[in-house]
């Protein structure tokens, strides 16, 4: 469960991307992490120029094992594109990688607001608070893992369905190919020759 | 074919038909009907005695009715199973005193008129759809008059009439004199590409089968004289164009224009087509023995019926919809589900081969490991909240979660079917499910910290993860330039917004607030997002009654793909944003705390329920 009690407190470690030029180019991305520190709970605050980079995750990694960060939040590009990247550097760093939490500087301030450096600083760090916020109440996830029949069922007996079931089949899987006229073969059955080469279907 | 028939791993069950699917992906219970064959199919050598001595005579199915086979019978030559099967409502009965001319004759002994329907459940990982097509039928096309003429014949019936196998051996007949026709017409698509009748598709395969039929046809009889009436001619596959090339080089003529009526001469029953020939703009009329009317393929009637069961999708074409057209095209939106063949999209032979192989191997990844990972990100109950209402049921788009109304017992969330769109934690009416990692509290530490500071300056968007914030990555990597004001709160899908988060965020001064989600039928979780749009017109109409602007809350449907839509939306968004004053915004969060029926009216649930 997430809901934590308010007496424990979480150690929260925050890390702003330059992504190169892309975020640090108009966000100034010293200041957002010079921000995020002031923020409750955040034990360490860092900025880094690619956080998807080895170095990078080797930063939030010895954080963890060192500083005892329990929370990581990671202000750079969208969790779409790098939160699998991140939640494995948790895993890796033996923190439960559902404890990561992004907020989009690149996606959403810099390459957006690019003309007004101000407003997009003033938004990152809006977007850092929240997602600091959010971290708090983070809670572990398991994946379940739930066993798998190694059966498939084929619903319709036409050359697609013979296709498939025998695929299936051959490589060792049980298959249920279910007709519903009293033969198999469909559309096809009823054809002599096909095109393009104008051999016989059956 | 016959390698189905005689596979160790395929247990094929014909005259069958899916009654039920439950469970989820790794773990589906189908339940199968399976009529009685009235023969032993591992006993029938199928040496066609019992048909011999069979007195019913019913028009053959198979053939299109062109010619007649017996009560039992085999399909055609080369059915598999090849066992003989017995047509139960002609069969005058196994009654000696009637009839059981075929139990007498039946060496082997195998037909059993004792035999019943069975129901036979099995356990299997993964279904595969491979429903296939109907035919369209031309009767309503009257002006082609195929039920008057009876040398108008559809395609199929010309397939049978040429094919070795059919009623005819092969040879094409005509139907009124039985001898082969000098002159033969087809007309292409026929029940396609029309917005008027038929369907407004191009049915993929029409094109390339006619031109075959034409090589056929000159194949028999070179002095035959063909002509194809058509609007486009689509040969784009692999060897396509040389066919083409090789019909038209073969004397077959190409006419552009579909006829605007047929007209039969009474004496020699000839067919006289009238047609605008659009290459030339002149008014033509040809002169033919027989016509051929290239039928378009269509979804079967029965589709529904495994929609439902499957909870899957269709397009307004009627086939089912694929999880993403690009890259993943055999795969339904409920995980362990793939298509195969025309089930998806009419397609030819080669392309449903692929798409079955595709499908297949899609399968075996998902099965392989022997178990999988489900998804993490899940609805819980707290059975001590939970009144067994039932509405988290009727909304839940994947059937994921029972309630028993009868013993008032919580409601169960079956985990591993739960895709984690979070919709049920949005109407459930005593907040007694938790979307776990997308909980209330998490949501809301999130809107109170965007509404920190200057609250007026912010505009809470509400995004979800496959569609709308998708859209606005789209616009960031395209670098579309919008009011820096947005303050984007990612959920998974648009349906888990519940009335709560939306009031919470206008509680805490925000001047306008927007949820977006995926277009009708893009919803990655189905149909959720039809409950995120009664929900927000269900705001608007308190916001009405409460005399806030309802136009401050904004429902938008971005995909992915739309960087150019967010950004339209966003200025938008700001430009109504000015039009919100500090006082609006005060004035708002008064009569927001004054309403203290607020939170129970919100969260009532009742219209959901009304309107389902």
């Known amino acids: 469960m997430e809901r934590k009690s308010d007496t424990t407190r979480s150690r929260i470690g925050v890390y702003v991307c330059h992504c190169g030029s892309n975020i640090a180019g108009v966000v100034d991305c010293q200041a957002v992490a010079a921000y995020a520190e002031t923020l409750p709970e955040v034990v360490v605050s860092r900025h880094e120029g690619y956080l998807c980079s080895e170095p990078g995750q080797n930063r939030i990694k010895a954080d963890i094992a060192e500083l005892g960060i329990d929370r990581v939040v990671v202000a750079s590009c969208s969790p779409r594109l790098h939160e699998p990247t991140f939640r494995a550097c948790l895993s890796e760093a033996g923190l439960n990688p559902y404890l990561l939490e992004m907020a989009n500087l690149r996606e959403q301030c810099s390459w957006v607001h690019s003309g007004d450096p101000e407003a997009a600083t003033r938004k990152a760090q809006d977007l850092v608070r929240a997602a600091v916020a959010r971290a708090r109440l983070l809670g572990a996830r398991k994946e379940l893992q739930v066993p798998v029949e190694p059966a498939t069922l084929v619903m319709g007996g036409g050359v697609a369905g013979i296709q498939a079931a025998l695929d299936l089949a051959d490589s060792g899987y049980k298959v249920y190919l279910v007709e519903k006229a009293p033969s198999i073969g469909g559309v096809m059955a009823w054809l002599d020759k096909t095109y393009p080469t104008m051999d016989c279907s059956i | 074919m016959a390698d189905a028939g005689r596979h160790p791993n395929i247990t094929l069950l014909t005259q069958a038909e899916v009654k039920s699917v439950s469970g989820y992906v790794g773990n589906f219970e189908v339940r199968i009907f399976k009529k009685a064959r009235y023969v032993v199919e591992s006993e029938c050598t199928a040496c066609g005695d019992c048909a011999q001595v069979c007195p019913v005579l019913v028009p053959n199915e198979f053939n299109m009715g062109l010619d007649s086979r017996r009560a039992i019978y085999q399909p055609f030559p080369q059915a598999i199973p090849s066992a003989y099967v017995m047509d139960i409502d002609h069969c005058l009965g196994h009654d000696p005193m009637v009839c059981g001319k075929c139990v007498a004759a039946c060496k082997k002994k195998c037909i059993d008129f004792n035999m019943s329907d069975e129901e036979i459940t099995v356990k299997v990982g993964t279904i595969i759809v491979a429903t296939g097509i109907e035919l369209y039928d031309p009767t309503e096309l009257d002006e082609y008059g195929y039920t008057r003429y009876e040398n108008v014949v559809t395609s199929a019936e010309f397939e049978r009439l040429i094919n070795a196998g059919g009623p ?248 591993a079917a739960c895709a ?167 004035e708002t969060q008064r009569v927001l705390a004054s309403y203290d029926g607020l939170r129970e009216a919100s969260d009532s649930g009742s219209e959901p329920a009304e309107e389902s």
């Open chain 2, 420 to 586: 984690g769109c979070g919709t049920c934690a949005a109407e459930c009416p005593q907040n007694a499910i938790v979307q776990h990692h997308f909980t209330d509290e998490q949501l809301e530490a999130q809107i109170d910290a965007i509404l920190q500071d200057e609250p007026w300056e912010q505009i809470p968007v509400f995004a979800c993860n496959w569609c709308s914030y998708a859209g606005a990555d789209f616009a960031g990597v395209s670098r579309f330039q919008y009011p820096p004001h947005a303050r984007l709160i990612r959920t998974m899908c648009s349906g888990r917004v519940s009335e709560k988060l939306v009031w919470r965020a206008f509680a805490k001064g925000a001047p306008v607030v927007l949820v977006s989600g995926c277009h009708f039928g893009d919803c990655h979780y189905l149909n959720a997002n039809h409950w995120t749009d009664r929900r927000i017109k269900r705001m608007w109409k308190k916001m009405e009654k409460m005399g806030l602007r309802p136009e401050r809350l904004q429902l938008e449907w971005i995909s992915a793909a739309e960087g150019l839509r967010f950004q339209a939306v966003m200025e938008k968004m700001e430009h109504l944003r000015r039009t919100v004053t500090p006082e609006e915004v005060a």
């Open chain 2, 168 to 415: 005819t051996r092969g040879h094409v007949i005509r139907l009124t004199d039985r001898r082969p026709p000098k002159s033969v017409a087809f007309i292409q698509c026929v029940g396609s590409r029309s917005q008027k009748r038929g369907e407004p598709y191009c049915s993929n395969i029409c094109c390339m089968n006619t031109i075959k039929s034409t090589l056929m046809l000159k194949d028999h009889d070179p002095e035959v004289d063909v002509k194809v009436f058509y609007i486009d001619i689509r040969a784009f596959g692999k060897g396509f164009e040389d066919l083409f090339r090789r019909s038209k080089g073969s004397g077959v003529r190409f006419v552009r224009g579909l006829p605007g009526s047929i007209r039969e001469d009474p004496k020699t029953k000839d067919l006289i087509l009238t047609v605008e020939n659009t290459a030339t703009n002149q008014l033509e009329q040809h002169r033919v023995e027989m016509v051929v009317l290239a039928v378009g393929v269509k979804p079967p009637e029965d589709m529904k019926i495994v929609q439902e069961m499957l909870a899957l999708q269709r397009t307004a074409d009627g086939f089912y919809l694929e999880a993403h057209p690009k890259l993943q095209p055999v795969e339904a939106a409920t995980r362990g589900i793939f298509f195969a063949g025309c089930a998806e999209a009419p397609k030819d032979i080669k392309d449903s081969v692929t798409q079955a192989s595709a499908a297949a191997a899609r399968a075996m990844r998902l099965m392989n490991p022997r178990q999988l990972t489900v998804e993490a990100i899940t609805a819980e109950v707290l059975p001590h909240l939970c009144t067994a209402c039932g509405i988290c049921a009727r909304v839940c788009p994947f059937g994921a979660i029972t309630v028993d109304k009868r013993t008032k017992s919580p409601a169960v969330v079956t985990t």
